[in-house]
């Protein structure tokens, strides 16, 4: 009756022997429900593990495969029938803006760069290259930024220049995915929260120039 022992041992069992001497097994509901849940706890903490260290496996292997540029001045365009690119100009090169529209605004580039800057060093953004051109007036600013989950890098390029023949500024963006064919709207959710953002702002008021 050694299998009799084992079955006791694991679930706790209770051995009653009828009036014909055969065993009967009376396994209590309550203990037997206590390891089922642990039975049950052990493999899903398991599967959480493992789908934990996979997904650690893809994000490196993102972080290692996916390119690393750093750009100094701000693009012209999108690239040529790009599905991850989003741009919104003033020059009329906006691409997949879906009805955007640059902000203009009362205030200096450099105040505007400023606020840009705390704006994403505020989320996952990490400023890869900023300048100044002294002669236009404009601030350049080349931000990486992580996508959710997956952690995607994307570039987003700013360009904060003063609006000809007006003393305000105009903003120039650009947001594009560094892997893939798709951005599954990522950039054009990430611009159009900058310039509902920057639409808002209590903004100085200073001119264009105003060297802050």
Request: glycine share 4%; aromatic share 12%.
């Amino acid at each position: 009756m050694a299998w009799v022992n084992i079955f006791t041992n694991i679930f706790g069992t209770h051995l009653v022997k009828d009036s014909s001497r055969r065993i009967r097994i009376i396994i209590p509901i309550g203990v037997l429900m206590i390891k089922i849940r642990k039975i049950l706890r052990k493999r899903v903490k398991i599967i959480f593990l493992r789908l934990f260290a996979l997904w650690v496996v893809v994000v490196l292997s993102i972080q290692v495969v996916a390119p690393n540029p750093i750009v100094k001045e701000m693009p012209e365009n999108c690239p040529e029938n790009s599905r991850n690119c989003v741009r919104v100009d003033y020059d009329g090169s906006s691409y997949r803006y879906n009805n955007l529209e640059p902000p203009v605004i009362s205030a200096s580039t450099s105040e505007i760069n400023q606020v840009i800057t705390t704006w994403f060093s505020d989320s996952r953004g990490k400023i890869l290259f900023s300048s100044v051109d002294e002669n236009n007036r404009s601030h350049f600013l080349h931000i990486k930024e992580y996508t959710d989950f997956f952690f995607f890098p994307d570039d987003i390029y700013v360009n904060s220049s003063c609006l000809e023949n007006s003393n305000q500024s105009v903003v120039t963006l650009q947001s594009q995915s560094r892997l893939g064919n798709g951005d599954l709207g990522v950039n054009f959710e990430r611009l159009s929260e900058l310039i509902s953002y920057l639409n808002n702002y209590s903004w100085s008021g200073n001119d264009c120039n105003f060297d802050n």
